[in-house]
């Protein structure tokens, strides 16, 4: 792996750190639970896993699990956690599935956490994509999930503000949040990581907001086609939960 493929703001020791707690509970994943069993997956591919809460959920559960995620921070998280070992731990990216895999497919991949809105040109998205498809058996299923753009869920994270985490071996930690740009399909936002001794730690991101029509096309591209988009439960009307199957 290559250090552009690390460069992301998730590699980070205090992003890592904070990321369990500033998420939750989780309940977004219990839908990816739901759908995986569904399709009667047994071997999972986790794309972008972070600090692999849904990969050592399945795997606890009996699935076969890769969790691939290029922050060398949030697969660290991920590895000191009970059940870790159950989980094959992959620090790099969709590209590098289909040779740790070798002769094996998996049934299904899936992108949790939003994690398809990181790709912000189509040669990264259709990239990934197309080794996703290469690491799936031909029947198998891409299920991920992506903010609607209509919905223009910035507008709320505008108001935001400042939010208090209190973080393990760190203590409490204040993160300003600010909206830095809108350009559609592109949004930029900041995070200023106040420490308990005066540091600030920043981190900007950038995230995609694909339309319907643009990842109906990317994925047609890449090899998938949509069968079914979804709601999810736990923010009705905000994201699209897309399942796609390999094309024959
Ligand atoms: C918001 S987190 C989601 C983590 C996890 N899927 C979850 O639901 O908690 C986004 C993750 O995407 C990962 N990521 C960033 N660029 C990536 C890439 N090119 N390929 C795979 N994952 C990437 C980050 O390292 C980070 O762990």
Not at 124 to 133: E, G, H, K, P, V
Not at 137 to 162: M, N, Q, S, Y
Request: aromatic letters at 6%.
């Amino acid at each position: 792996m290559t250090d552009e493929k690390q460069a992301n703001e998730f590699d980070h020791p205090l992003a890592a750190a904070m990321y369990d707690q500033v998420e939750g509970s989780r309940e977004d994943l219990d839908h990816y639970v739901a759908i995986i069993d569904e399709l009667g997956a047994r071997t999972v591919i986790d794309v972008g896993c972070g600090t692999g809460v849904l990969a050592i959920r399945l795997a606890s559960s009996g699935h076969s699990v890769i969790g691939v995620d290029p922050a060398g921070h949030m697969i660290a998280v991920a590895r000191a956690k009970a059940g870790a070992d159950r989980v094959q731990w992959v620090h790099g990216t969709a590209e590098d599935v289909p040779d740790t895999l070798g002769q094996r497919k998996a049934d299904v991949a899936v992108m949790t956490g939003n994690v398809a809105q990181v790709f912000l040109i189509d040669d990264a998205w259709l990239s990934t994509l197309r080794a996703i498809r290469e690491a799936l058996h031909p029947d198998g299923h891409l299920v991920f999930e992506t903010r609607i753009p209509e919905r223009r869920a910035w507008e709320e994270w505008a108001e935001w503000g400042t939010s208090v985490h209190h973080v393990e071996g760190v203590g409490e930690v204040h993160d300003r949040f600010t909206l830095v740009r809108v350009t559609e399909p592109y949004v930029t936002f900041r995070s200023d990581n106040t420490l308990p001794d005066g540091t600030v730690v920043p981190s900007e991101s950038t995230l995609i907001f694909r339309s319907m029509p643009d990842l109906e096309r990317t994925l047609a591209e890449a090899g998938f086609t949509i069968s079914e988009v979804r709601d999810a439960a736990d923010r009705p009307g905000r994201e699209w939960v897309v399942i796609a199957r390999v094309r024959a």
